[in-house]
Nanobody, 116 residues
Framework: QVQLVESGGGLVQPGGTLRLSCAASGFTFSSSVMSWYRRTPGKERELVALITQAGGSTKYADSVKGRFTISRDNAKNTVYLQMNSLKPEDTAVYYC?????????WGQGTQVTVSS
C-alpha cells in the first residue's frame, strides 16, 4: 500500500536548522510531484515547497524563500526539506504530499517546534 513517512521534526531554537525527510513507498515515486505543507492550529494547511518529478523545478512560499530548500532522491524514494534560520512562526505540523495523475497521498505529519 501507499506510505509516506515523515521524520526529522523536533524542538529547535530560533535560528536553528532541521532537515525533514519523507520516505515513500507503494507508488512510482519518480512520477510524482512532491511537496511539503504545514498546518498550525486554527489555520488551513499551507504549501511550503514543491518539487517536480526530476527535481528540475521548485516552488516556495514567500515566507520560507531563502531559508528552506526542497530536494529529492528518486533512487531512495525520498524527499527532503532543509530548514535553516528557523523562526517561531515556522512552528507547525509538516506534511509531505505526493501528486500523481488522478490521485494524491499525504503523510501523517511531523511536528516542528521553534522555541527558546
Amino acid at each position: 500500500q501507499v506510505q509516506l513517512v515523515e521524520s526529522g521534526g523536533g524542538l529547535v531554537q530560533p535560528g536553528g536548522t532541521l532537515r525533514l525527510s519523507c520516505a515513500a513507498s507503494g507508488f512510482t515515486f519518480s512520477s510524482s510531484v512532491m511537496s511539503w505543507y504545514r498546518r498550525t492550529p486554527g489555520k488551513e494547511r499551507e504549501l511550503v515547497a514543491l518539487i517536480t518529478q526530476a527535481g528540475g523545478s521548485t516552488k516556495y512560499a514567500d515566507s520560507v524563500k531563502g531559508r528552506f530548500t526542497i530536494s529529492r532522491d528518486n533512487a531512495k524514494n525520498t524527499v527532503y526539506l532543509q530548514m535553516n534560520s528557523l523562526k517561531p512562526e515556522d512552528t507547525a505540523v509538516y506534511y509531505c504530499k505526493a501528486v500523481l495523475p488522478g490521485m494524491s497521498y499525504w503523510g501523517q505529519g511531523t511536528q516542528v517546534t521553534v522555541s527558546s
